[in-house]
């Protein structure tokens, strides 16, 4: 399928991209991203062989799993920004993809979802102290000293 980019100048002379045309380099780096994560799974030891082999998938069999997946993250993404859109939230948060999974027929995959994103949270440094504290400075009495 041929994509045809179509540039618009404005006043200032900064070219544009139409939006099928961002639309194929938010493809692009979707496709990018996927595949990094597949090519990682797939040298990951949890799957390989009893030998310690590798799995290999033939190139149209990867291409396919690539496809199928970037295809699930973009019905996944529309749905939650949808759930999201009617709870008048401008961000997606944990909630809206759990409920998207479920809508989508995916609820066996919440609990393992909401594990690894208690996981995440978890793991993240809580910084109690302020950036001016942080910064050397010190309060006292409600003065900076």
């Known amino acids: 399928m041929a994509v045809h980019s179509h540039h618009h100048r404005g006043q200032s002379g900064i070219t544009y991209l139409s939006a099928a045309a961002a639309r194929v380099e938010a493809d692009k780096r979707d496709t990018a991203t996927v595949q990094k994560i597949i090519n990682e799974v797939l ?9 310690g ?16 997946c970037v295809e699930f993250i973009t019905m996944l993404s529309s749905e939650a920004n949808e759930i999201a859109e009617k709870d008048a939230k401008k961000t997606i948060a944990c909630e809206h993809i759990t409920k998207a999974l479920e809508e989508l027929g995916f609820a066996d995959y919440v609990p393992e979802l909401v594990a690894v994103a208690d996981q995440f949270k978890n793991s993240q440094v809580v ?5 001016l504290q942080r910064s050397g400075g010190r309060i006292l009495g409600g003065m900076l000293m």
């Open 127 to 131: 910084r109690s102290d302020t950036p």
């Open 53 to 68: 082999a590798t799995m290999t998938f033939a190139k149209e069999t990867r291409d396919l799993l690539i496809e199928c």
């Open 43 to 51: 040298s990951s030891p949890s799957i390989q062989g009893e030998n």
